[in-house]
């Protein structure tokens, strides 16, 4: 795969199907196309009040094809390089960075270097349950992204 050919709605859920068809949790980490957490990929998690604070560390040549977040949010780049590859670009970040995130939006993240970044969710229940957490924060696929939005019109 090159990197930057990765630029459609399609061709990303192409590229997320083949990697679920190719699971062998250890090169290939799936979980049948529900949210991985994995030591791969370590994530730490912090709470202030309303906030939910994501962070995720990923090795160099390492990739993840992300959920579907529901909300507008911010997430920065505290270390490494990154490319982000969206259905509608494929930009490249270089630590130190930050970017606002738009909603409905799948993207697929290659680690160019190693890498650390930071999402910033609002958590207005305080919730500190991560499946409750996630259920609110992204969606699996744009079906489920769809019927989120149409019920909260």
């Given at each position: 795969?090159?990197?930057?050919?990765?630029?459609?709605?399609?061709?990303?859920?192409?590229?997320?199907?083949?990697?679920?068809?190719?699971?062998?949790?250890?090169?290939?980490?799936?979980?049948?196309?529900?949210?991985?957490r994995s030591k791969k990929f370590p994530l730490k998690h912090t709470f202030a009040d309303g906030i939910y604070?994501?962070?995720?560390?990923?090795?160099?040549?390492?990739?993840?094809?992300?959920?579907?977040?529901?909300?507008?949010?911010?997430?920065?780049?505290?270390?490494?390089?990154?490319?982000?590859?969206?259905?509608?670009?494929?930009?490249?970040?270089?630590?130190?960075?930050?970017?606002?995130?738009?909603?409905?939006?799948?993207?697929?993240?290659?680690?160019?270097?190693?890498?650390?970044?930071?999402?910033?969710?609002?958590?207005?229940?305080?919730?500190?349950?991560?499946?409750?957490?996630?259920?609110?924060?992204?969606?699996?696929?744009?079906?489920?992204?769809?019927?989120?939005?149409?019920?909260?019109?």
């Amino acid at each position: 795969m090159v990197k930057n050919e990765i630029s459609s709605r399609s061709k990303i859920l192409e590229l997320e199907k083949t990697l679920l068809n190719n699971v062998d949790e250890k090169n290939i980490i799936g979980n049948k196309g529900e949210i991985v957490r994995s030591k791969k990929f370590p994530l730490k998690h912090t709470f202030a009040d309303g906030i939910y604070v994501r962070q995720m560390t990923m090795t160099q040549d390492s990739m993840v094809v992300g959920a579907i977040h529901n909300h507008l949010h911010v997430w920065f780049l505290l270390t490494g390089h990154i490319t982000v590859a969206t259905e509608d670009s494929t930009e490249d970040y270089i630590a130190p960075c930050y970017v606002v995130s738009t909603p409905g939006v799948k993207r697929v993240i290659y680690a160019n270097k190693e890498s650390i970044f930071v999402n910033i969710h609002k958590n207005p229940s305080n919730t500190q349950n991560l499946d409750e957490l996630e259920a609110e924060i992204v969606s699996k696929n744009y079906k489920e992204y769809e019927k989120y939005i149409n019920k909260n019109i």
